[in-house]
């Protein structure tokens, strides 16, 4: 006797899909499941970088408009600008130049490294902030 054509080698095991899953065509694998959470995931983790660069910048701005010894409305507006700053290109590199420069132009005796540093220190606190919903 020949074999039948759906023999228990051949056999997949069957999923229950929706009779509208059908229609629509939404039906869904596990594998698409966890590929949408994965893509949700790093959509969350994305936008919550964003926010924490952003509010690195402004911490930053704060501190260094402190040592020039700005005050009152001019510490916010220098922060804004600092934050303003990083949308010019991509990378950290110009939010550190012009807080370096504007720092050393006001005769403040830092150096590119401390900047760089007190950058790495506001986003760690940035980033926690963040994620705590603040």
Known sequence: ??????????????????????????????????EQGFEKKFALDQDQEFKAGVRRNRMLGQWAAGLMGLAGDRIDEYAKAVVKSDFELPGD??????????????GVAVTEGDVRMKMAELLAQARELVRAGN
Do not use: N, W
């Not at 228990?8 to 869904?28: F, L």
């Not at 590199?93 to 006001?106: C, I, N, S, T």
């Open 93 to 106: 590199e110009d939010v550190l130049r012009k807080v370096f420069e504007d720092l050393k132009g006001a």
């Open 1 to 34: 006797m020949g074999a039948s054509p759906l023999s228990i080698a051949g056999a997949r095991a069957a999923r229950y899909v929706t009779p509208s899953a059908v229609q629509t065509g939404e039906h869904m694998t596990t594998f698409d499941e966890r």
